[in-house]
């Protein structure tokens, strides 16, 4: 299987997740406080996470191990600072002065900075049909959520997503560093736990209510989803995806999180799904196809 296929459905399938998300944080946000639900989510991961990088590592040879210089350590906490804390706090506090449908829209615009971002960074070329493929999937975000207009606190909230984006642009970008020296599960086990330890102070005065709001069956699914699937699986899986990929064109996967979270809220929701929504979809499927095909042609040139 090609290298930016594989990638490509791992891209796709951390995006859907996280498009699933919406539907189910919905419900649990109702009852535990954002930043303790980033805490647990988190703690529940790292353990998930290091369990598999223990099997991982043992399977390993004697003598194949090695000691990583700080500069490493230093690189993994700032992409758990930078994208798991920060990026997931910004887009939290942001998405509550605004509202959900603004904090779809703006965090979606992440992959223009991401090719901003890899192109100083990782000296990635900006191509037309890159551009192409992000004027596309920007039109169909555009087109499937439309434009809100701000009104008191939502300029405040506007701001803080906008930061949201750049930073999970930045941890888009680092990654793409990280996996030249770590593989896709180090990188996510290892920078998630820094953002746990990060977390901790912040989560701690409301974590104790949290914890008790767990006793109802429907929370701890929820919180268990959101943990399992929406962070230790979609994060590997998008980590894995942009090791495959390049930065630029791998993170307008994004695209597909509210196309997914607007089904998904159609099916479980009742939300109406209206004429854009599907007319939005095919700009994003084209502007992603695209990404995909300029990929392919770019490593099969190199």
């Keep these: 299987m090609k290298r930016e296929f594989l990638g490509a459905i791992c891209l796709a399938l951390a995006a859907s997740i996280w498009g699933g998300m919406y539907v189910v944080s919905k419900y649990v946000l109702d009852i535990v406080t954002p930043m303790s639900l980033l805490w647990i989510r988190y703690a529940i991961s790292v353990v998930l996470l290091y369990a598999l990088l223990a099997i991982a590592s043992g399977k390993q040879p004697k003598g194949v191990r ?7 350590w230093l690189l993994l906490a700032w992409i758990g600072f930078v994208g798991y804390f920060g990026s997931i ?10 509202d959900a449908h603004t904090g779809a829209l703006i965090t979606s615009a992440t992959p223009a900075f991401v090719v901003v971002f890899a192109r100083f960074i990782l000296q990635e070329s900006i191509t037309g049909k890159k551009i192409l493929s992000l004027i596309l999937a920007t039109a169909g975000v555009v087109t499937v959520i439309g434009l809100v207009p701000m009104e008191g606190t939502y300029f405040k909230g506007v701001l803080i997503l906008v930061g949201a984006a750049v930073s999970w642009a930045l941890l888009s970008v680092y990654v793409k560093v990280a996996s030249n020296r770590f593989t896709s599960l180090e990188v996510t086990a290892h920078s998630m736990f820094f953002a746990l330890l990060i977390t901790t102070p912040v989560a701690l005065p409301t974590l104790g209510g949290a914890i008790q709001a767990l006793s109802d069956p429907a ?5 268990l989803y959101i943990a399992l699937m929406a962070t230790a699986a979609a994060f590997f899986l998008w980590n894995k995806g942009l090791e495959l990929m390049s930065a630029g064109a791998g993170s307008l996967f994004l695209f597909f999180q509210p196309i997914v979270g607007s089904l998904l809220g159609w099916l479980c929701l009742d939300e109406r799904l209206t004429a854009n929504f599907f007319a939005g979809a095919l700009l994003i499927a084209a502007g992603v196809l695209t990404a995909t095909i300029s990929e392919r042609k770019q490593k099969t040139n190199a």
């Design 219 to 223: 929370i701890l699914a929820g919180v």
């Design 66 to 72: 090695q000691r990583r210089p700080a500069r490493d």
């Design 89 to 98: 706090s910004l887009q939290f506090i942001g998405t509550k002065l605004s």
